[in-house]
């Protein structure tokens, strides 16, 4: 493995976490909090502290899928441990462990918080919360995979590693301008909700925090009642930008190149939007007698599936209070998720049309042995190699779930309340039901369950395998030779759909 490689790209994201740390400082300045000094001393350190590792620049920038793999994953790992410093000094949070939680349900853009009153936060920390959601989002390997001087495959094994969905595909020859398009579609989508929220008549803090947990999918919200206390321009302009930022990323860039008929016949979306509007249908009907008129059921009941489906974890009503056929479509979408390519969570939508079409066609095989059946998407063949990853991801994704269900157990808490706090981390979507409902907090679990709750998000946002190999690279205790990691790496493969 290219040892000095890794490290370089984790020094790297110390310094884009010291120059992050410079904004909620300015936001102390703003409205003269003193925690503003911490937040500054924090940007100096690690920002220092990056600068050292980068010193010494490896004498090879490549490496390969183990490798990215690997710094990925340590890269979400120490962003996070350096993220939930600020709190635990400001003691806005107590305990880091608490602290820590809050932070990958930042970055993750889970949105599962621990706390119960948020009034005991300073606008600078809050701002910084909201905005660990938009770092997370677009994911912070890709923002550095935009600066750093890596060569393409290296781009390519870390944006693999990162970006949610069964393949990963460039939008353009080079992986590294890909994403730089993704974050100038993701900077553009951001500034257009911003000044919406403006327009709809909240101030600059507020729109541009709910927008952070918005855009990135996160949730985290700035009062204990969420959205529901927002006029309802703001709840639809959220709800629409919810919906924006679920979809794969790389629609929009169709249609800036115009190549509209792309988008007409990707299946993903289409199936993506027939469950977000027919789920919203399903439960205005199931809810209509606990609202004053249909439009306002259907307004709300949107919000919440959008926000579901998007994973962003915002909430304008208290869904554990509505009938249980309304509960459990929300369970269902909460598993499904969003969009490959975007900044959502979830198994995702494609995964489950390759695994819905893979099905089809055994079952076809049964009864008509000597027909060749290939699964397609888009109207382009999906590779076996796609599918097989396909059906390895539903099986540890399965055995995750139940693992993580049985431990965190131990708390005591109810069936509802374990299954949905699991789902809800694992899935990166912010609330669950029963005890873990939107009103309520994570702050009811033990340290154990908060640790395995925290695996849960991480392994969520990275998609289970970048986690796993690193791991297995801890324990085995094994080491690949470069030039067998050079022979067994030369292919990189292209997202087809």
Same mark, same amino acid.
């Given at each position: 493995?290219?040892?000095?490689? +890794?490290?370089?790209?984790?020094?790297?994201?110390?310094?884009?976490?010291?120059?992050?740390?410079?904004?909620?400082?300015?936001?102390?300045?703003?409205?003269?909090?003193?925690?503003?000094?911490?937040?500054? /001393?924090?940007?100096?350190?690690?920002?220092?502290?990056?600068?050292?590792?980068?010193?010494?620049?490896?004498?090879?920038?490549?490496?390969?899928?183990?490798?990215?793999?690997?710094?990925?994953?340590?890269?979400?790992?120490?962003?996070?441990? !350096?993220?939930?410093?600020?709190?635990?000094?400001?003691?806005?949070?107590?305990?880091?462990?608490?602290?820590?939680?809050?932070? +990958?349900?930042?970055?993750?853009?889970? /949105?599962?918080?621990?706390?119960?009153?948020?009034?005991?936060?300073?606008?600078? $920390?809050?701002?910084?919360?909201?905005?660990?959601?938009? !770092?997370?989002?677009?994911?912070?390997? !890709?923002?550095?995979?935009?600066?750093?001087?890596?060569?393409?495959?290296?781009?390519?094994?870390?944006?693999?590693?990162?970006?949610?969905?069964?393949?990963?595909?460039?939008?353009?020859?080079?992986?590294?301008?890909?994403?730089?398009?993704?974050?100038?579609?993701?900077?553009?989508?951001?500034?257009?909700?911003?000044?919406?929220?403006? +327009?709809?008549?909240?101030?600059?803090?507020?729109?541009?925090?709910?927008?952070?947990?918005?855009?990135?999918? /996160?949730?985290?919200?700035?009062? $204990?009642?969420?959205?529901?206390?927002?006029?309802?321009?703001?709840?639809?302009?959220?709800?629409?930008?919810?919906?924006?930022?679920?979809?794969?990323?790389?629609?929009?860039?169709?249609?800036?190149?115009?190549?509209?008929?792309?988008?007409?016949?990707?299946?993903?979306?289409?199936w993506y939007l027939i469950m977000v509007f027919g789920a919203g249908i399903l439960i205005t009907v199931n809810v209509a007698d606990k609202f004053d008129s249909i439009p306002h059921a259907f307004q709300t009941s949107m919000f919440q599936v959008a926000s579901i489906a998007s994973s962003t974890g915002y909430a304008t009503a208290d869904f554990n209070a509505w009938p249980a056929v309304s509960k459990s479509i929300l369970l269902i979408i909460m598993m499904i998720g969003a969009c490959a390519g975007s900044t959502g969570g979830g198994f995702k939508m494609s995964r489950v049309v390759i695994i819905l079409k893979s099905v089809k066609n055994d079952l076809f095989a049964i009864t008509h042995p000597r027909v060749v059946t290939k699964v397609k998407v888009n109207q382009k063949t999906v590779t076996a190699e796609v599918v097989k990853k396909t059906t390895a991801y539903l099986g540890a994704y399965v055995a995750i779930f139940i693992v993580s269900f049985l431990i965190i157990s131990i708390d005591g808490k109810s069936i509802e309340t374990n299954i949905s706090a699991v789902a809800a981390t694992f899935n990166n979507i912010g609330p669950g039901m029963d005890a873990v409902g939107p009103t309520a907090s994570f702050s009811c679990y033990g340290a154990i369950s908060k640790f395995v709750l925290m695996f849960d998000m991480i392994a969520g946002r990275l998609e289970i395998f970048p986690l796993i190999v690193l791991f297995t690279t801890m324990f085995s205790g094994t080491k690949i030779k470069y030039k067998r990691a050079v022979k067994n790496s030369q292919e990189i493969e292209q997202d087809d759909y």
């Open positions: 493995m290219n040892f000095s490689m +890794i490290k370089y790209v984790l020094a790297s994201i110390l310094c884009a976490e010291g120059l992050f740390f410079l904004l909620p400082a300015v936001v102390a300045l703003i409205y003269g909090e003193d925690v503003g000094w911490v937040y500054l /001393g924090l940007a100096l350190a690690t920002f220092a502290v990056g600068m050292l590792g980068r010193l010494r620049k490896p004498k090879s920038t490549s490496f390969f899928a183990k490798d990215g793999f690997v710094a990925v994953s340590l890269g979400w790992i120490l962003i996070s441990l !350096v993220g939930a410093i600020p709190f635990t000094i400001t003691k806005e949070i107590p305990f880091y462990i608490n602290s820590l939680f809050e932070t +990958i349900s930042g970055f993750t853009t889970t /949105g599962s918080s621990i706390v119960n009153d948020l009034t005991v936060f300073t606008h600078a $920390s809050l701002f910084w919360r909201s905005f660990t959601h938009w !770092v997370g989002g677009m994911g912070v390997l !890709v923002f550095i995979m935009a600066v750093l001087p890596l060569s393409g495959s290296s781009s390519m094994h870390m944006m693999r590693a990162e970006s949610p969905g069964p393949t990963v595909g460039k939008l353009v020859p080079k992986a590294k301008n890909t994403a730089k398009i993704l974050y100038e579609i993701y900077v553009a989508i951001t500034i257009i909700e911003i000044i919406a929220l403006l +327009i709809a008549g909240l101030d600059w803090f507020e729109a541009s925090t709910l927008t952070f947990g918005t855009v990135g999918t /996160g949730g985290f919200g700035l009062v $204990s009642t969420s959205i529901g206390g927002y006029n309802v321009a703001v709840q639809v302009i959220i709800t629409i930008f919810m919906i924006v930022c679920s979809i794969n990323f790389s629609i929009y860039y169709l249609l800036l190149i115009r190549k509209p008929k792309l988008v007409l016949i990707n299946e993903e979306l289409r």
